[in-house]
């Protein structure tokens, strides 16, 4: 469960009030622009993390697939921050007066 923690901590998850008093199962969130929010549960007796994001679950016991769902999960919403700040931007570009 420590790993699970530590990992979580160190990519901008903040753990939620009251984990100190449930040792079954602790919850981090992460919210931000881009990805949104996204929850990480861990549980003591799964061994490993489920995170839920988009409205869907996945459940991950190894680091690498943890890192590479989430990495991918900012890349979508990184990707579609940028077609809408592209099409804004030509929006008022079309609108000047040159």
Partial sequence: MGMYRSYLLKNNFWA?????KNDDEKVFIKHDSIV????AVIQKENKGVK???EGEEHFFTNFDRLD???NQLHQRKDNFIKILKRKNISQRLRTLDI
């Fill in 16 to 20: 939620k009030k009251g984990n100190e």
């Fill in 36 to 39: 949104g929010g996204v929850y």
């Fill in 51 to 53: 995170i839920v994001a």
């Fill in 68 to 70: 590479s769902f989430l």
